[in-house]
């Protein structure tokens, strides 16, 4: 299901998720959106974040209460970046904030890569743990023992994927195009410098390149 009071990005939204398989509810009016989604029971919902009451934070925060949706994926298409909005949106219960200059088509990557099962994204998560490693959202730092790193939006982000999708192996195109989605530019090669930058702040090896030029999660020891 698609809430947005905007109708062309609805039709295009619609457009290119129908194009991939998928049955699409699209919603404008985001006051009959709770008793739509009750109704037509989507499996992951995109909400806009500006619309008139309730705004798309106030909707994530309704739908979080009633029991059909408290773990169906929440994801929110925004024009506005600021860090406030990302923040608030992660913590009423969104687990993806994606702006819409990443265009079209890392939004409709995410759904098939999160509804086919292939991947996990819950960024609403203050804290997330693996093993003797630790994640803070709000700070943006991990805590190795009793090591605390301060870490780049890059690295933070890299890392976070990877401890929800601990056995997943990805090259540097793949995790770009999953976390930032295609349009959005990064020079050549700067996710292999964003990995080697978080393993040296750590003092170890974290994420390991294999053989063939794909990056995944360690085995983390106590």
Known sequence: MVVDDDHDILDLIAYNLSKEGFKVKSVAESADALRAARKF??????????????????????????????????????????????????????????????????????????????????????????????????TRTATWHEQSLALSEPEFEILYFFMQNPKLELTARELMDLLWGSEYYFPEGSIDTHIENLNRKAGLILIERTADFRYRLIRLKE
């Open 41 to 138: 029971q989507p499996d992951l919902i995109i909400l806009d974040i500006m619309m008139p009451h309730p705004n798309g934070i106030e909707l994530c925060r309704e739908l979080r209460k009633t029991s059909d949706f408290v773990h169906t994926p929440i994801f929110f298409l925004t024009a506005r970046s600021e860090p406030y909005f990302k923040q608030a949106a992660l913590d009423t219960g969104g687990d993806e904030f994606i702006e819409k200059v990443m265009g079209l088509r890392a939004l409709t990557q995410k759904v098939k890569h999160v509804l086919s099962h292939d991947i996990v994204i819950q960024k609403g998560f203050r804290e997330l743990k693996f093993g003797p490693l630790t994640l803070h959202r709000s």
